[in-house]
C-alpha cells in the first residue's frame, strides 16, 4: 500500500545545531512527496513540497530532496532556532488525492 | 490565518450533550476533510467530501455525523460521544482534482474533551 514512515521518538537539539528527520515511503509509481509542519496550538501548515524525482523542496531553511533510489524525502535544516520547536509530519499523495502522513517528529529546540 | 476557519477553538462537552464543529473556507477548494488528531497516534482521516459530496467515510461511529450544505463550509455533529473521543478534530480543503500542487490547507482546529 501507500504508507510513509518516520524515525521514531522526538527530536531534542541545540539552537544553531544541524536537523535532519528522516522519512521513507512506500508507493505506487512516483507520488507528491510534502513536509508538513504544526506549531503549538495549530492545524497543520505546508512546509515544502516536491512533485517529481531529484526534485528539492525549500523554505525558511528547510530543505527536501525526492530520492527515488532510496525512496526517501528526509528533511533537513541547517541552524535551527527555537521558534522552529513543533511536530514534523512527511506526507504522500495517493489514490484519488488523498494523503497519507507519517506519525510525526517532535521537535525541541533548546535555546 | 490559513484560509479554513474552524470554530469553536475549544469545546468541553458532557457525553450526553449534542454539540457541533464548524469549518469553513473561502479558497475556492471543492474538497473538505475532517480528520482526527490524538496523543501519540497518526492522524486519521474521518471523512472526505468533494464538491458536497460524501466520497469518504473511514468507519467513523455513528456519533459523528459530518454535514457539507455548500463547498465552503463542512460540520461535524456530535452526540453522545466517550471520553475517548477527546482529541484535536481538524478540516482542511484542497482542490480536488490537484492537490499535488498545494496541498492541504488545514484549519487550527477544534479542541474537544469529553467528560
Known amino acids: 500500500g501507500n504508507s510513509v514512515t518516520q524515525m521514531e521518538g522526538p527530536v531534542t537539539l541545540s539552537e544553531e545545531a544541524f536537523l535532519t528527520i528522516n522519512c521513507t515511503y512506500t508507493?505506487?509509481?512516483?507520488?507528491?512527496l510534502f513536509w508538513y509542519v504544526q506549531y503549538p496550538g495549530e492545524g497543520l501548515q505546508l512546509l515544502l513540497k516536491?512533485?517529481?524525482?531529484?526534485d528539492k523542496g525549500s523554505n525558511k531553511g528547510f530543505e527536501a530532496t525526492y530520492r527515488k533510489e532510496t525512496t526517501s524525502f528526509h528533511l533537513e535544516k541547517g541552524s535551527v532556532q527555537v521558534s522552529d520547536s513543533a511536530v514534523y509530519f512527511c506526507a504522500l499523495i495517493y489514490g484519488n488525492n488523498r494523503l497519507a502522513f507519517g506519525k510525526g517528529n517532535q521537535v525541541v529546540v533548546i535555546p | 490565518e490559513t484560509g479554513v476557519t474552524q470554530t469553536p477553538r475549544h469545546l468541553v462537552m458532557g457525553m450526553t450533550n449534542k454539540k457541533s464543529l464548524k469549518c469553513e473556507q473561502h479558497?475556492?477548494?471543492?474538497?473538505m476533510y475532517w480528520y482526527k488528531q490524538s496523543a501519540k497516534k497518526p492522524l486519521e482521516l474521518m471523512f472526505v467530501y468533494n464538491f458536497k459530496e460524501q466520497t469518504e467515510n473511514n468507519s467513523v461511529p455513528s456519533r459523528f455525523s459530518p454535514e457539507c450544505p455548500n463547498s465552503s463550509h463542512l460540520f461535524l455533529h456530535l452526540h453522545t460521544l466517550q471520553p475517548e473521543d477527546s482529541a484535536l478534530y481538524l478540516c482542511?480543503?484542497?482542490?480536488?482534482?490537484?492537490?499535488?500542487?498545494?496541498?492541504?490547507?488545514f484549519g487550527s482546529g477544534t479542541r474537544l474533551t469529553v467528560v
Open positions: 482542511a480543503s484542497s482542490l480536488g482534482g490537484d492537490v499535488g500542487v498545494g496541498g492541504y490547507t
Open positions: 508507493a505506487t509509481g512516483y507520488p507528491s
Open positions: 479558497l475556492g477548494h471543492n474538497a
Open positions: 516536491a512533485t517529481k524525482a531529484d
